[in-house]
């Protein structure tokens, strides 16, 4: 079967067999490696990947299934600019572990705070429980998760209160970083 599917903004056109899975057609068809393959029984959560922005186990979807949509893995959360400040939260609060369960539990912090920029803890953690470390207790992750909000909403301050063109810039506030 032919499909199209729109990949990190890319469109691309394959014919692939109609039992291929969206986590093979991804690594074997288009060589975007950074979504895992770990159970095969959509446990893990190594191989989510954000549909239509909502997070699916690739593992589990056919990539006929994935015919004229959008596909976000893990690759396509940096930008020109740098890192998305998911990615810059595990790294900051050491997140990543052995990096087997990161990319889809990136993808999954992602949607997170697309529909959530506040976060607490239990709802992180409620997003994260479809996703296994067999690493950690969580607590990196989930500060991770923290702190990518945290950075996100300091950001946004900060572009909202750049004055338009000709107006005087505010002096930078300072904030107090709190170590958990």
């Known amino acids: 079967m032919e499909i199209t599917v ?85 790294r900051a609060e050491h997140g990543l572990q052995c990096g087997f369960c990161t990319p889809g539990m990136m993808m999954t912090s992602r949607w997170l705070l697309d529909r959530n920029p506040t976060p607490s803890e239990e709802e992180i953690r409620e997003a994260l429980s479809g996703q296994l470390c067999r690493c950690t207790g969580y607590e990196n992750i989930v500060r991770s998760v923290r702190w990518a909000a945290e950075h996100e909403a300091a950001a946004s301050a900060v572009s909202d209160a750049i004055p338009e063109q000709g107006g005087p810039t505010p002096a930078p506030q300072q904030r107090s970083e709190v170590q958990t």
Not at 21 to 30: A, G, I, S
Not at 43 to 56: K, T
């Open 6 to 90: 729109t990949v990190n903004g890319q469109p691309y056109t394959r014919s692939v067999e109609p039992r291929l899975l969206l986590v093979h057609f991804l690594r074997d068809e288009l060589g975007l490696t950074g979504t895992h393959w770990g159970c095969d029984t959509s446990n893990c959560g190594a191989c989510v990947v954000l549909m239509d922005g909502v997070p699916v186990k690739s593992c589990t979807v056919l990539a006929v299934m994935a015919d004229r949509h959008e596909i976000r893995t893990v690759e396509g959360l940096a930008t020109s600019e740098g890192l998305d400040a998911v990615q810059e939260g595990f």
